[in-house]
């Protein structure tokens, strides 16, 4: 029975399972398995860094990701070695940030490429708070504004702090278990997460990429070491060979899953959700005033301002202001977000290289520099179809708040243009073939946005000019011949031979076809002519810009206010839009030749009072508003969330730092004024008292005994063992010989006092917890005043007695 007993005690004492616990660790080492973790979740998070690479044209962007990796791992890691609380370790990730933002994130900013500058504190602060809305609101690739480099230096950053502090502090103190592992993991899945929504339709190696976040990720959780167990020979070779095999069929089953699911999923791209295609951008040209509204100011006010110097143009060639494809009876403007279609486009951030026109043959190119003179306003002069753009002679403000719309070819400043700024751009020139090569040519199937309330005259004028023409293109231009002969120009100046009011709402195109003769500038005569084309089912839109007259080859060309215009576009299938001109060139109208009878003279009498119609009632509002843009919101000022956030944790952070570093000067100058003291046994005694202050700092009793006892009773506090007790019974017996020695005393005893002094203050720093280290920095220990009065107390006692 004896023998049955203990051998069940034996099986019971096998079988039972040691109690888990953390592995032992050395107060700010690293062991070799956390840099083997930080190793392999720093490439998992570069694997998924690389979704961003469509969105940025190239692996340029991976220099500001993997550098903020390893600024956020180098933070981390000096987090680790210090023993660094949440706070500090925060603040010191925020200075790494913009320390190291210069150069990785915005080189070309950055004084000497180097060191930041106030333009590169503007950017990392405004990449972090809306570089993700720039990005998910730019056409790709997106290259302007520079900020936008911030993003994957965010990204890194904050991934390689947060994967470091968790493989560096938070793992190693812990048992490891599978799901503590799997902890880490965290940071890579949702950068490739993040990197999928901002990324395109069109993803970068999607399957290739998941496979290996997904092989690498389970390939590193099965080959971890186990924490605490020690494995026999045998153990280990079976260990060993069931990873292999393990790893092998992971590997194999990832690739054929992986390459499976990929194929099934590749017909379903349209599907896949990305936030560029969910969100609204922000640039809405419906704020602004309809840029035709304000045509007669170039023709009256603005006709002998010099407006622009531009070089590079040729003979014939137009400069492009706005686009406009909408109509409300009222005014024709620029279609916003809520009314956009293919035709009409989206205003998009753009960097130097402009999205392609999706309908455009070029023929020719242009390179052109702008040098803006009188012209003030949002809309920025363009020439041709633009394919890259440089905006570094614009203000960097003003270069920030740049948008391109590829399908109008039309390009604005949110803050404005302003006078004395340059630019410069490349454009192709769009063919413009015959009438004859277009007469077999169909309309181009695009969608507009809607015209409201055309008067009925416009319609039929429409269907009497292009009666008897069965081709679009013969339709359209004989509308085109029909204004061009019937019409006369006039932009109602005093000179003119006829008045002409402006604007073009419903009445005035009313007007314009029920006077005995058609009169008008290129405002009416364009909204007329796109109107007609609307009328007949063409999806046309008005266009105004500039058609400088003295343009020559190589030289360059001064734009005025007289040089405005207006002109009509129609796209053709496989061609492009092709303009229309519609505006008369005869000024000279001809008066009416038929007489009025002269009628026979009638009684007098009395009339009833004149009641005069209201001009409201009849005119367009076509009021010009030239008042500065000075009230306009600033396109980039921070949301009340951010602001009222960075209210909230700055006051916090100035609670916490303002007494911090108020008291960390007052014990400065303490330590400062005992190591500066006159006599040499004075600075020994001031290294005593000050290793006395920085224990009771941290919590310590220090009892009113000798030096001997004092440092008995820290070492039973601290418990030490027999080493740091002897240390400190030296460090005393050393004291209290060098207050004794006087004068005679080397400095070189002295210096080695204070060294001792400040080691045992580490020691003791680390030896009590994090809560009681917090309050020691606040804390003004005054260890040589108490001890002066104790000994005046204990010499009156001994005195009295």
Known sequence: MSEQRTRRENRAARTTKPRRTA?????????????????????????????????????????????????????????????????????????????????????????WFVLPTVDTLRDLALGAVFGWTDVVTLGVPVEAPARLAVLPYVLGVAAGAVTGVLALRW???????????????????????????????????????????????????????????????????????????????????AVLVGGAAASALTPATEARFVLRDNVQPPFDPQTYPSPLSSFREYTKTLNETDLLKVTGLRPGDRIRLAVMDSYDGHLWNVAGPELATDGSGLFELAGRTLPKAPLATIVDERRVKVDVLGYHDAWLPTVGVPESIDLTGLDRSHSTGFRFNASTSAAVLIDGVDGDTAYGMRSGIQSVPGDEQLEDVPVANVSMPPVENVPDIVVAKATEYSAGAKAPIDQLRAIESALVTNGYLSHGLETDAASSRSGHGADRME????????????????????????????????????????????????????DVTAWVEVPFEGVGWIPFYPTPDETEIPQDQNPKPQSEPQPQVRQPPRTEKKQDDLLTDSDIDDKDDKD??????????AIWSISVVGGLLLLYLVPLFVIAAVKARRAKRRRRAATADARA???????????????????????????????????????GTATLDGFAFDADAAVFAGDALPDERVDALWQHADAQSRDARRAVGWWRRQLSRFRVSRARRRAARSDARRRRRDGFQ
């Not at 990796?69 to 010191?92: D, E, F, M, Q, W």
């Not at 364009?526 to 500039?546: D, E, H, I, Q, T």
């Open 632 to 641: 306009k919101k600033d396109a980039f000022a921070l949301p009340a969330w």
């Open 23 to 111: 592995p032992p660790r050395t107060p700010g080492t690293v062991r070799a398995q956390a840099w083997v973790d930080l190793g392999v979740i720093s490439g998992l998070l570069v694997v998924g860094m690389l979704g961003l690479t469509p969105v940025f044209g190239g692996y340029r962007h991976l220099v500001a990701g993997v550098g903020g990796l390893l600024v956020g791992a180098g933070v981390a890691y000096l987090s680790h070695r210090l023993r660094a609380n949440a706070i500090t370790t925060v603040l010191g990730l925020f200075v790494a940030y913009v320390l190291f933002g210069s150069v990785l994130a915005l080189p070309n900013d950055a004084l």
């Open 511 to 562: 007007e314009l076809f029920t006077r005995s003769q058609l009169i008008g500038d290129e405002e009416q005569y364009a909204s007329a002519m796109a109107l007609m084309a609307r009328s007949l089912g063409y999806p046309a839109r008005v266009v105004m810009g500039f058609a400088p007259e003295n343009v020559v080859d190589g030289r360059p060309t001064t734009v005025t206010g007289e």
């Open 171 to 253: 793992l190693p103190t812990r048992y490891r278990t599978l799901w503590r592992c799997a902890m880490l993991l965290i940071a890579p899945v949702i950068v490739f997460a993040g990197t999928v929504l901002l990324g395109t339709a069109e993803p970068f190696l999607p399957g290739v990429r998941g496979v290996v976040l997904a092989v690498g990720a389970l390939i590193w959780l099965g080959w971890r070491r186990p924490e605490g167990k020690n494995i026999s020979l045998s153990e280990r070779s079976g260990l060993l060979r069931a990873r292999v095999l393990g790893t092998a069929a992971i590997g194999v089953a």
């Open 685 to 723: 005694a001031g290294a005593w008292d000050e290793f006395l202050d920085r224990h009771e700092e941290l919590g310590y009793r220090v009892p009113p005994v000798t030096r001997t006892g004092i440092a008995r009773s820290l070492a039973e506090q601290r418990q030490t063992d027999a080493a």
